[in-house]
């Protein structure tokens, strides 16, 4: 939080460090609208504080996060996020403008979203049992958004690079498709989260895309992906696998029913490829397990918490 407070202005800043410590500790987005109130997310809740956001707020958050110069966020405003240190990520929204029908950038910046990073180490630990058996099972975490996801994904990704050596288990190499720099934070291309010592990233980098080049170049044992959802994902997916590679990834849904009503999945899902399928929602907190599935649908486990 304080990489987030350093950037955000100050009359913003102050506002935030007012709040008791425990709403202040469990933030997880700050919405900054221009001639709109200041808001903040806890715990799935929206809360709105007594403070419009001016002009002189957004120029100065803007001018922050581009260092002063805006040909820095040229790439950044093509995606429509900016990771800073600490690897929190700040949604932008405004003008769009256009190039041969693609995004070139986003201008008159008037609202971002600051998306707090959070880790929990050793949160996976307890699916091990379902996780591995001889090798790591290929995996799939579904869930809607706020569910805790990619914070799962991350901590099972440093549990296989690091190993676990009370249960003979080997670090093994992990690659990480990073597309929207939210698995690993990276900044600059150093990733700003913690994770085990046989860890490669390719940031920034599509998918479908970033799969085939870790196969070719970096002879990954694990490939890890967030949010698979287009048909390309699907075809480097197998490609990866037939390769005899393991693959962990997420995938936006409520359940593995639901989700199989997408065709590239319905596809993956039918050739029973997919071991694992944990089933999250949202709880008290992000992260609770309403199910476990092997590759046949079967239930495994039912309302387990990794919070």
Known sequence: MEEVLSVIPLNIAEKIQALPSYLKDHIEEIRIRINRPLEVTIKGN?????????????????????????????????????????????????????????VKAIRHLSSFNIRIAREQPGISEKLLPYLFKNHWKHTMIIGSPQTGKTTLLRDIARMISTGIPEENILPQKVGIVDERSEIAGCVNGVPQLHFGPRIDILDACPKAEGMMMLIRSMSPDVIVVDEIGREEDGQAILEAVNAGITLIMTTHGSSLEEIKQRPFIKDIVELHTIERYIELKRGQAPGTITNIKDQWGNSLVHKVSVT
């Open 46 to 102: 929206p809360q709105f504080l007594s403070y419009n956001v001016t002009n002189q707020d957004a120029e100065l958050l803007i001018n922050k996060l581009a260092q002063h110069s805006f040909y820095t966020l040229e790439e950044e405003l093509k995606r429509g996020y900016i990771t800073i240190e600490g690897g929190h990520r700040v949604g932008l929204a405004g003008k769009v403008i256009l190039d041969a029908g693609r």
